[in-house]
């Protein structure tokens, strides 16, 4: 199981990386692409923040704690073996996206966003979207399929 989560992670970063490279040689000089009226537009930005563009010109601090995020989830694979699906599916959407968006930090100092959905308008990228997913999906597996919050109910009780 870790290996095929590892496959998928890494499926996740050659599709982002590919993406971004024709985003960045195509969209800049196209200005704003209409791909799905009323719902889905293709913009070149330049996010040197994380989520929305926030905490700007902190590349670094984000460097580190995606890498660090990035180990501990393998860490976790490797020596908790966990033997869910769902938690190893989240985990390699976490960990392509993060590698995805590290890629870009570290190259050049900034991360190519690109999707604009009409009902979402901050700009996103394909390695935003994984992570987005992976995080959800674990928060599910997290509260639904482990004791770990189950343990705090029943402290709580006595």
């Known amino acids: ?31 704003t692409v209409t791909a799905i009226p009323h719902l889905l537009d293709l913009i070149y930005v330049e996010n040197r923040g994380v989520a929305f563009g926030m905490f700007k010109d902190m590349r670094w601090v984000f460097v580190v704690l995606t890498a660090l995020i990035i180990c501990v989830l393998i860490y976790i694979m490797i020596f908790k073996r966990i033997k869910s699906k769902l938690f190893n599916i989240s985990a390699a959407l976490i960990i392509g ?20 959905l009409s009902f979402f308008s901050p700009v996103c990228n394909f390695a ?31």
């Open 97 to 116: 996206g993060g590698i995805g968006n590290l890629i870009d930090r570290v190259l050049y100092g900034y991360v190519i966003d690109y999707l604009r």
């Open 1 to 31: 199981m870790i290996a095929l989560s590892l496959i998928i992670a890494a499926a996740v970063v050659v599709i982002d990386q590919v993406i971004k490279y024709f985003v960045a040689g195509s969209l800049p000089e196209a200005g």
């Open 128 to 158: 935003d979207y994984c992570i987005t997913i992976g995080t959800v999906l674990m928060v599910v597996y997290l509260i639904f399929f482990t004791d770990t919050f189950k343990k705090d109910v029943n402290n709580a009780k006595l």
